[in-house]
């Protein structure tokens, strides 16, 4: 897929989402008060509210600005898996925002005072399922790409007698995503207090999920590959040495291998992506593959491997 096609797959969902919320907001411009209703508590009622022509701009740069942001991204994101999942999550993006500000729209329409506007919770609903069948359509139509093939040369592995324990850890810190994370939850407040909710939430929920993934701690020992974040005890992934068929270095590209930072899924393949460069990459019996960004991953591999091989050889017949 081109850089240009792929742009264009990324914006154009945006560009609709502007088209339609103008042509919405143009439809029933003279039903419209000159003060409108911007901001819906959680039982319905409006608590927050802006001058029509204010609104109509704000509306149409919020979505517009958003898709310039995707579309950059999608543009620097250099392989197929990756540019496939920022045009997916931007999909889903471009109906969350479209759907809150078309509804406030329609909720404003044909009222004389602005406080009499009304958006019931129900509207979430049916926002989150758009958004969900949006972005999950498009992810299923990502390329299947089958599990990562077996290595030519065998993987490294550090030998261990039996009884012998030895483990590995280090911390990965990011600010590509500590930083924004904080950014999206800030605005998501903003938002929340003095726009449309049904935007805010959304985004203050994505930047509180996506901060404690930003600081990671990766262990690897006789209980298999476990990381956990430094913030908070979850998330937590935790592969045993049951599951685990080897694990190798790799290195990645975060935009053009994943599509971005943080924890990413692909077909057959997941990454708990937090820089570019080297990573710990684990093949599972299932025929999954776990990517994490850290630094020294060929000596956490090798002690991997090894702690498998010693596995293996305990749970032999006659062992």
Same mark, same amino acid.
């Given at each position: 897929? !081109?850089?240009?096609?792929?742009?264009?797959?990324?914006?154009?969902?945006?560009?609709?989402?502007?088209?339609?919320?103008?042509?919405?907001?143009?439809?029933?411009?003279?039903?419209?008060? $000159?003060?409108?209703?911007?901001? #819906?508590?959680?039982?319905?009622?409006?608590?927050? #509210?802006?001058?029509?022509?204010?609104?109509?701009?704000?509306? *149409?740069?919020? /979505?517009?600005?958003?898709?310039? %942001? #995707?579309?950059?991204?999608?543009?620097? =994101?250099?392989?197929?898996?990756?540019?496939?999942?920022?045009?997916?999550?931007?999909?889903?993006?471009?109906?969350? /925002?479209?759907?809150?500000?078309?509804?406030?729209?329609?909720?404003?329409?044909?009222?004389? $005072?602005?406080?009499?506007?009304?958006?019931?919770?129900?509207?979430?609903?049916?926002?989150?399922? #758009?958004?969900?069948?949006?972005?999950?359509?498009?992810?299923?139509?990502?390329?299947?790409?089958?599990?990562?093939?077996?290595?030519?040369?065998?993987?490294?592995?550090? @030998? %261990?007698?039996?009884?012998?324990?030895?483990?590995?850890?280090?911390?990965?810190?990011?600010?590509?995503?500590? /930083?924004?994370?904080? =950014?999206?939850? &800030?605005?998501?407040?903003?938002?929340?207090?003095?726009?449309?909710?049904?935007?805010?939430?959304?985004?203050?929920?994505?930047?509180?999920?996506?901060?404690?993934?930003?600081?990671?701690?990766?262990?690897?020992?006789?209980?298999?590959?476990? *990381?956990?974040?430094?913030?908070?005890?979850?998330?937590?992934?935790? &592969?045993?040495?049951?599951? /685990?068929?080897?694990?190798?270095?790799?290195?990645?590209? =975060?935009?053009?291998?994943?599509?971005?930072?943080?924890?990413?899924? &692909?077909?057959?393949?997941?990454?708990?992506?937090?820089?570019?460069?080297?990573?710990?990459?684990?093949?599972?019996?299932?025929?999954? $593959?776990?990517?994490?960004?850290?630094?020294?991953?060929?000596?956490?591999?090798?002690?991997? !491997?090894?702690?498998?091989?010693?596995?293996?050889?305990?749970?032999? @017949?006659?062992?």
């Amino acid at each position: 897929m !081109n850089v240009v096609r792929r742009c264009v797959l990324t914006a154009a969902p945006f560009g609709v989402a502007a088209g339609a919320y103008a042509a919405v907001f143009r439809a029933g411009h003279d039903r419209l008060p $000159d003060r409108m209703a911007t901001h #819906f508590s959680l039982d319905g009622t409006a608590d927050g #509210f802006m001058g029509r022509t204010a609104a109509l701009w704000s509306g *149409v740069g919020v /979505i517009c600005g958003v898709g310039v %942001l #995707f579309t950059v991204l999608a543009a620097v =994101a250099m392989k197929g898996a990756g540019a496939r999942l920022t045009a997916a999550v931007g999909a889903g993006t471009a109906v969350l /925002i479209g759907y809150a500000l078309i509804a406030t729209v329609v909720a404003d329409t044909g009222v004389d $005072d602005p406080a009499d506007a009304r958006l019931p919770l129900w509207h979430l609903a049916v926002l989150l399922v #758009f958004v969900v069948a949006a972005t999950g359509a498009l992810v299923w139509w990502l390329a299947k790409t089958g599990p990562r093939p077996a290595p030519a040369s065998a993987p490294p592995s550090l @030998p %261990l007698a039996e009884g012998e324990m030895a483990a590995w850890t280090r911390t990965v810190v990011t600010r590509a995503l500590l /930083i924004p994370a904080g =950014a999206v939850a &800030l605005a998501g407040l903003g938002t929340l207090l003095f726009g449309p909710w049904q935007v805010g939430l959304p985004l203050l929920v994505l930047g509180l999920v996506c901060a404690p993934i930003a600081a990671v701690r990766v262990t690897v020992d006789r209980r298999g590959l476990t *990381v956990t974040s430094t913030l908070v005890p979850r998330p937590r992934l935790h &592969l045993p040495l049951d599951g /685990i068929v080897d694990a190798d270095s790799t290195r990645i590209d =975060a935009m053009g291998d994943f599509g971005g930072w943080g924890y990413r899924i &692909l077909p057959h393949r997941r990454g708990l992506v937090l820089r570019s460069g080297e990573a710990l990459s684990v093949r599972t019996v299932k025929g999954r $593959d776990y990517v994490v960004t850290v630094d020294d991953a060929t000596t956490a591999a090798a002690l991997l !491997n090894g702690l498998i091989a010693r596995h293996a050889g305990e749970r032999a @017949p006659g062992c």
